[in-house]
C-alpha cells in the first residue's frame, strides 16, 4: 500500500521568513496530492491540493510543487505569520483507492 | 450550516462498554470515511462508505463496526472498548470522481 514520509516533523520560523515542508510517497497510482492544516483541537483543513498532471499551484502565501518523477511533493508558506502556526499534513491517494493516506505531520510555528 | 458533523464532541466511557459515533453530511457527497487520530497525531483511516457500501476496511479490530443507512450519514459502533481505542476520530466526506474531502469536528474518545 501507499506510504507517506514527511519531515521535518518540527518547524520553528521568524514571522514574515518561508516555510518548507517536504514529502515523499511510495505508490506511482497515486495522483492527488492535498496538504492539511490542522490547529490545536480541530479538524484538518484542506488549504491547497495538487494532481499528478500538473507540476506546481499557487495560492496567494502557499504554494505545492510535484515531482511525480521522484515521488515528491512539497509545500512552501511565503511571509509566515504567526495565524500560521499549526500542525501541517500532507497526504495521498489514488483514483483506485480514494481514501487519503497521511504523513506524520509537521508542527510549524511562526514566532512574532 | 455545518457541512460535516458529528455527535457526540466527547466520548468518555470505561473499558468494556459498547459506545457509537455518529456523522451526518449536508454536502451531497456519495462517500463517507472514517478516520483515527492517535495521540501522536498520526491521521489513518479506518472505513470507506460509496453510496453505502462498504469500499475499504482496513485492519481494524472487529470490534469496530460501521454503518451507513444512507448516503448523508455514516456511523461507527465500538464493542468492548479497550484503552488503546482513546483517540479522535474524524468523519469525512468526498464526492466520487472529485478529490477533495472534507473532515467534521472530530470526536475525543477517552477510555478509562
Known amino acids: 500500500g501507499e506510504n507517506v514520509e514527511q519531515h521535518p516533523s518540527t518547524l520553528s520560523v521568524q514571522e514574515g521568513d518561508s516555510a518548507v515542508i517536504k514529502c515523499t510517497y511510495s505508490?506511482?497510482?497515486?495522483?492527488?496530492f492535498p496538504w492539511y492544516k490542522q490547529e490545536l483541537g480541530k479538524r484538518p483543513q484542506l488549504i491547497i491540493d495538487i494532481r499528478s498532471n500538473v507540476g506546481e499551484k499557487k495560492d496567494q502565501r502557499i504554494a505545492v510543487t510535484l515531482n511525480k518523477t521522484a515521488k515528491h511533493f512539497s509545500l512552501h508558506i511565503t511571509e509566515t505569520q504567526p495565524e500560521d502556526s499549526a500542525v501541517y499534513f500532507c497526504a495521498a491517494s489514488s483514483t483506485g483507492r480514494r481514501a487519503l493516506t497521511f504523513g506524520s505531520g509537521t508542527r510549524l510555528q511562526v514566532q512574532p | 450550516d455545518t457541512a460535516v458533523s458529528q455527535t457526540p464532541k466527547y466520548l468518555v466511557t470505561q473499558m468494556g462498554n459498547d459506545k457509537s459515533i455518529k456523522c451526518e453530511q449536508n454536502l451531497g457527497h456519495d462517500t463517507m470515511y472514517w478516520y483515527k487520530q492517535d495521540s501522536k497525531k498520526f491521521l489513518k483511516i479506518m472505513f470507506s462508505y460509496n453510496n453505502k457500501e462498504l469500499i475499504i476496511n482496513e485492519t481494524v479490530p472487529n470490534r469496530f463496526s460501521p454503518k451507513s443507512p444512507d448516503k448523508a450519514h455514516l456511523n461507527l459502533h465500538i464493542n468492548s472498548l479497550e484503552l488503546g481505542d482513546s483517540a479522535v476520530y474524524f468523519c469525512?466526506?468526498?464526492?466520487?470522481?472529485?478529490?477533495?474531502?472534507?473532515f467534521g469536528p472530530g470526536t475525543r474518545l477517552t477510555v478509562t
Open positions: 505508490d506511482s497510482a497515486s495522483n492527488y
Open positions: 469525512a466526506s468526498s464526492q466520487y470522481g472529485v478529490d477533495e474531502q472534507y
